[in-house]
């Protein structure tokens, strides 16, 4: 149990399909991330979110529409996928520590996705 | 830009020690964090500098030296299950944790 879960654990959609990816921390954070990682790539980070609010979108394109209905639920919304667009999508939380940093970023174990 | 560089890959035996290094070129430097990722699995949090020196945890310890923009991560007495990706990454400015990461580092602990 790593306090950020996410499902499906597995996808496989074709390129018209719409789908979701929905992650849950359990962890009383305030900020909740999508990053996505490709093989042989850095993870990159695609939206932040921090209390509801999207304070970040990293040049994704529009067919990857994130939403964050509260503080613990973050949704990955996915239509007219390409090929390339098959990774692994991480999502992760943050909150504060004691000396009003940010603590750790805490990871789901992603949503492996595979768009045909 | 944004630059952050690690070994591909690395292997060590059983009982070993290995040195992680990575180094980073960024536009601003908040704190640097190392994880281990196993195949199939969530990264998780081994240490966090934000000053320069050693900061030893167990069998884990990192380094910073900010002015070089260096950090490396010592494993110490190996073990088979220290098989893992080990991210390198920085966080370019305080209040959120937006991470930049490298690419990683895949380490083999043969018997």
């Known amino acids: 149990e790593t306090g950020v879960t996410q499902t499906p654990r597995h996808l496989v959609m074709g390129m018209t399909n719409k789908k979701s990816l929905k992650c849950e921390q359990h962890l009383g954070h305030n900020a909740m991330y999508w990053y996505k990682q490709s093989a042989k790539k850095p993870l990159e980070l695609m939206f932040v979110y921090n209390f509801k609010e999207q304070t970040e979108n990293n040049s994704v394109p529009s067919r990857f529409s994130p939403e964050c209905p509260n503080s613990s639920h973050l949704f990955l919304h996915l239509h007219t996928l390409q090929p390339e667009d098959s990774a692994l999508y991480l999502c992760a939380s943050s909150g504060r520590d004691s000396q009003n940093y940010n603590s750790p970023l805490h990871f789901g174990n992603g949503t492996r996705l595979t768009v045909t | 830009g944004q630059n952050i560089d690690q070994p591909t890959e690395m292997t060590a035996t059983e009982g070993a020690i290995v040195q992680i290094n990575c180094t980073y070129q960024?536009?601003?430097?908040?704190?640097l964090f190392w994880y281990q990722q196993h195949a199939g699995e969530a990264p998780t949090f081994l240490s966090y500098n934000v000053l320069d020196g050693l900061e030893e945890k167990g069998r884990f310890s990192s380094f910073l030296s900010r002015s070089k923009g260096y950090s490396y991560l010592l494993l110490k007495e190996l073990q088979m299950k220290d098989s893992a990706s080990y991210l390198c990454?920085?966080?370019?400015?305080?209040?959120?944790?937006?991470?930049?990461f490298g690419k990683g580092t895949m380490l083999l602990v043969s018997p």
């Open positions: 960024t536009s601003g430097f908040n704190g």
């Open positions: 990454a920085v966080r370019e400015r305080s209040g959120y944790s937006t991470l930049t």
